[in-house]
């Protein structure tokens, strides 16, 4: 992966992100290293293998700390381990998600709690828990990834889509109450990305065509279009911008 720009403000940053051992995460994780951030991950499989390419090809090692982020106080004390070991979070990535396909039928109470609990409810106690460093910091930036698959109204995992919509709720509610802090508090909403998973268990030819007729652009999205637009969001390059949901999806929905 190459930078394709340069945000000055970002080297040296402390940066926490979830899920950032594999799939987009490992690209947004090595997006910030080649920044020079200061970057801390967790996930729930053992990422040393990746720790240690990373600081091969970068020079730059982040710190990886195990967790399942539906366990809360595990991640909080992840978050505080990672602010002990690179300063005071500046920039919080949610990107962790499941994605899990299943139809209304299937779903019972424990299914429903576990998708909320993986796509929603770790995303809101990782802002609440970033506050008061950010606080501290004068300042801070906080990305939430969503999906456009609940502006498309796409079927086929109703949980993971009316997740997606709460994480738009919450991001513009927490930019509202973070925002006298310096805290900015914006959405990704990412369209479908050829990650190794995608292309394993998805992206069929005949998917793969269907969904490029939708777009406006006739290029299948790479991670590292979503490296480049997260890192703008985290980075001073976007200061006054808040509250908002960024696409990045080729031009499949259209958002105003």
Request: glycine share 10%.
């Amino acid at each position: 992966m190459m930078s394709t720009a340069t945000f000055h403000d970002l080297d040296g940053a402390s940066v926490f992100i979830t899920g950032g051992g594999s799939g987009i995460g490992a690209a947004l994780t090595e997006g910030f290293l080649r920044q020079g951030a200061k970057v801390s991950f967790v996930g729930r499989s053992d990422a040393s293998d990746f720790v240690d390419q990373m600081e091969r090809e970068t020079g730059n090692r982040p710190l990886f700390l195990q967790c399942d982020i539906t366990d809360i106080p595990a991640l909080k004390a992840a978050m505080e381990q990672a602010a002990t070991a690179n300063g005071p979070i500046r920039a919080l990535v949610n990107n962790a998600a499941n994605d899990k396909r299943h139809t209304t039928e299937e779903v019972d109470e424990s299914f429903w709690d576990w998708m909320m609990a993986i796509n929603l409810k770790a995303y809101f106690f990782a802002c609440q828990a970033v506050m008061p460093g950010m606080k501290a910091l004068g300042g801070g930036a906080i990305v939430n990834f969503s999906s456009v698959s609940y502006m498309m109204g796409n079927a086929g995992y109703p949980l993971y889509t009316t997740a997606n919509s709460g994480i738009n709720g919450m991001t513009r509610s927490l930019a509202r109450e973070f925002g006298p802090d310096a805290i900015r508090v914006n959405a990704l909403a990412p369209g479908w990305v050829l990650t190794d998973k995608q292309l394993e268990l998805w992206a069929k030819p005949e998917a793969l065509a269907a969904h490029m007729d939708r777009q406006c652009l006739k290029e299948h999205l790479k991670p590292q279009d979503i490296v480049d637009a997260t890192l703008f969001l985290a980075s001073d390059a976007s200061r006054m911008m808040t509250g908002q949901a960024m696409v990045v999806d080729g031009g499949v929905v259209v958002t105003g």
